[in-house]
């Protein structure tokens, strides 16, 4: 260790960071130098802790990225981040599943599954109930068996339906809404088993079934004696999606951008993660998840609003002022797809995405327009469809359908994003002068798969 002998004035001089612009050094004893003042004990200790870490996610990654997920568990930011990290090294995040998952999250067959205390409205009692009853009977073999076997004191229906909304049955029956039907003459069900098992009585289906129930031994498949409702379809994909979120965090089965990614990419070649790289007063646009909406007003009384906005990297904050609000707010409904676009602003070292416009990704169209790679070098066809694409322009407030051109040359295939300058009004007017033009043209849906 470095001891300072003495500290004197010497007037008022710059101060710089360690190792930014030059040395911050210190003098000691003896004429001698204490350079940066960084000592080798503490240098050593970080590069042996990353020297480890660095060594579990090269030949450990689901280990790794399981602990990483379960320190963090409390910062919904970072677990967003870690699970995109997942994704980027191809390691897949399973929903809980009642028969594998445990306290945290766990790794397993090569996925990373959500543990049992990331689900809402599932306590400690009846975590512990589910891992002890799993342990000394094995697998659960369905909802009947799961309700027999647990003690429904500890894990009551609000907590069944919420594991059931999660995804914690999918393996056991993948249709929830059935499960959620059945539940609710499983539960009734299995609670008066509980009660006969109480009293020492034996239940007039065990008898029937060859088997008595006792307070340590429950009958032999009596689960299978469990009543069940009318056959129902199962939630709609958004729905169940929309619950996953609502219990876990985060969409984990899918997501509802997953389907209109590489269709998206097209119009927002940047995403969420990549928005503290943008330049100021860069009009961008982005597909994304509307998480919530704050309304406020300001002191001079107009309407405006605060957003949580997340796409398949990142969650952010947009801010909608006054003079697009109006404009705007009839399209933002919490848990809809929206394209967006605006400008990066930062302040207090926090980066915003500001609105200036917004639309349902289920409104969205796009003109493609084909050509080979002559016709695409030929100044001549670049002119004609230059011109055309301006006229139908119209008003650039009003031009939201994006152009995209398809450059086909052999099995080779180019998609050349126009700029906004190019968009244009009305996408079935577009389409059929530049087809009046003898351009090969068409109209393409956002999400179209």
């Given at each position: 260790m470095v001891k300072i002998?003495?500290?004197?004035?010497?007037?008022?001089?710059?101060?710089?960071?360690?190792?930014?612009?030059?040395?911050?050094?210190?003098?000691?004893?003896?004429?001698?130098?204490?350079s940066n003042c960084f000592n080798k004990s503490h240098s050593t200790a970080y590069a042996y802790v990353t020297y480890q870490t660095s060594y579990l996610k090269a030949n450990y990654p689901l280990e790794y990225m399981a602990a990483l997920l379960t320190a963090n568990s409390g910062d919904t930011d970072k677990v967003q981040k870690y699970l995109n990290n997942c994704m980027s090294m191809g390691i897949q995040i399973d929903p809980p599943d009642i028969n594998r998952s445990g306290l945290d999250f766990t790794p397993a067959e090569g996925k990373i599954l959500f543990g049992f205390?990331?689900?809402?409205?599932?306590?400690?009692?009846a975590i512990a109930g589910i891992l002890e009853a799993r342990a000394e009977g094995g697998e659960f073999k369905s909802l009947g068996d799961f309700c027999d076997r647990i003690d429904l004191r500890a894990v009551n229906r609000r907590t069944l339906e919420s594991l059931i909304q999660c995804g914690a049955f999918d393996?056991?029956?993948?249709?929830?809404?059935?499960?959620?039907?059945?539940?609710?003459?499983v539960y009734d069900w299995a609670q008066s088993?509980?009660?006969?098992?109480?009293?020492?009585?034996?239940?007039?289906?065990?008898?029937?079934?060859?088997?008595?129930?006792?307070?340590?031994?429950?009958?032999k498949n009596a689960f299978e004696s469990a009543p069940k409702a009318e056959p129902t379809h199962d939630f709609p994909q958004q729905e169940k999606l929309r619950?996953?979120?609502?219990?876990?965090?985060?969409?984990?089965?899918?997501?509802?951008?997953?389907?209109i990614k590489q269709s998206s990419s097209l119009l927002a070649p940047i995403n969420l993660a990549q928005l503290g790289e943008?330049?100021?007063?860069?009009?961008?646009?982005?597909?994304?998840?509307?998480?919530?909406?704050?309304?406020?007003?300001?002191?001079?009384?107009?309407?405006?609003?605060?957003?949580?906005?997340?796409?398949?990297?990142?969650?952010?904050?947009a801010i909608v002022f006054p003079k697009n609000y109006e404009r705007v707010s009839s399209v933002l409904k919490v848990e809809d797809r929206l394209i967006i676009w605006g400008k990066v602003d930062r302040r207090d070292e926090q980066t915003q995405f500001i609105v200036e416009d917004a639309e349902p990704v289920e409104k969205v169209q796009m003109v493609?327009?084909?050509?080979?790679?002559?016709?695409?070098?030929?100044?001549?066809?670049?002119?004609?469809?230059?011109?055309?694409?301006?006229?139908?322009?119209?008003?650039?407030?009003?031009?939201?359908?994006?152009?995209?051109?398809?450059?086909?040359?052999?099995?080779?295939?180019?998609?050349?994003r126009f700029g906004k300058q190019f968009w244009v009004q009305d996408s079935a007017t577009t389409q059929q002068v530049l087809q009046n033009a003898r351009f090969n043209a068409h109209v393409k849906q956002l999400t179209d798969n």
């Open positions: 002998i003495t500290r004197n004035y010497v007037g008022k001089e710059n101060v710089y960071d360690i190792g930014v612009e030059r040395d911050h050094n210190f003098a000691i004893k003896n004429g001698l130098i204490a205390s990331a689900v809402r409205n599932v306590g400690q009692n393996k056991i029956e993948s249709n929830r809404q059935q499960l959620i039907r059945d539940l609710e003459l088993r509980a009660k006969d098992r109480a009293s020492g009585q034996g239940n007039l289906f065990d008898l029937m079934g060859g088997g008595f129930a006792t307070n340590n031994q429950p009958a619950l996953e979120k609502e219990l876990l965090g985060f969409y984990v089965s899918a997501h509802p951008l997953k389907d943008q330049k100021e007063n860069i009009m961008l646009c982005a597909v994304v998840i509307l998480n919530n909406v704050k309304k406020v007003v300001t002191k001079k009384g107009d309407p405006m609003a605060i957003l949580q906005i997340e796409d398949l990297t990142a969650s952010s904050e493609m327009v084909e050509l080979n790679p002559q016709e695409a070098g030929t100044i001549e066809v670049q002119h004609r469809l230059r011109s055309i694409l301006k006229e139908q322009s119209g008003d650039k407030d009003k031009a939201k359908v994006p152009v995209i051109g398809i450059i086909q040359a052999g099995n080779n295939r180019q998609l050349v």
